[in-house]
């Protein structure tokens, strides 16, 4: 696992445009689940609830992904050692764009720059309007369901509210796809953590960067189907792995003692 650490290192040192893709693995030791982990999110609720096609056509469904929602928005969650450790890649100048796949803000709270992060599967900061597009805070509707409205309409044009996030089965944000497709067109390194690559379009991105000629690097605590495209594959867990991954930056930027 040094050995590993020391080349990444390396190449992090080596790299002017490194492009980091985050996944669910990446906010686990904040406290927040990831989808296919034993015990994951997909254990506890229904994928099918979270299409669109199931959200518009059952009020029972909305309810239960309201629920989901407030789940992940009461408890505060912070980020950790490995998402301070890419708000670190950009304030020494490394990092071009972090890609994630996650909706729980973390990257922004860590410190990573608006114009440096690509929110691929949306947001769970806003809530949507189904039909006007109308935007508004999440806490916002969280408040008027607690206030009793279970299944809260726009009051601009009384279509269906929901999370600004990216439900199976609806369309991916345009300006974000194209941003993280051009990101990794572009990298001349390619760092994927904490995901299991299995859900595309997102997960078309480190092949994307494979295929320009980027060197690819996969950090994921177990397995996944990419690893044979990698340069390099680190099974641990990220945030140990990405600080000591950036003491070796810091102490090999230093120079020679
Ligand atoms: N450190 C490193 N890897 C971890 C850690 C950790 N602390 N915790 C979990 N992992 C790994 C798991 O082993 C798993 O392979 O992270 C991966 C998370 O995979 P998923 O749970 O599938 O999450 P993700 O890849 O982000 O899913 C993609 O699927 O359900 C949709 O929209 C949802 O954005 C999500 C998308």
Redesign the pocket.
Known sequence: MDELIGKVAGMIRESQRVVVF?????S??SGIS????PG???SRYD?ED?TIQRFVADREARKRNWRLRRELVTANYQPNA?HRAIAELERIGKLSCVIT???DGLHHTAGNTEAAIVE??GTMKDAKCLSCDDRLSLIQVLGRIDQGEEDPHCRKCGGLLKAA??S?GEAMPEREMRRAEECSRECDLFIV???????FP??SMPLIAKRAGATLVI????P?DMDSAADVVIH????S?MEAIMEQVRGQRSGPA
Do not use: C, K, Y
Not at 22 to 26: K, M, P, Q, W
Not at 219 to 222: A, F, K, L, M, P
Not at 236 to 239: D, L, S
């Open positions: 985050t996944g669910a693995g990446v686990t030791e990831d989808f296919r982990s994951g999110i997909w994928p979270f490995a796949q996650n909706i691929l599967h996030t990216v199976f953590i904490g995901s299991s690559l299995v859900v997102a997960a950090i994921n605590s177990t996944t641990g867990m990220a945030g792995v």
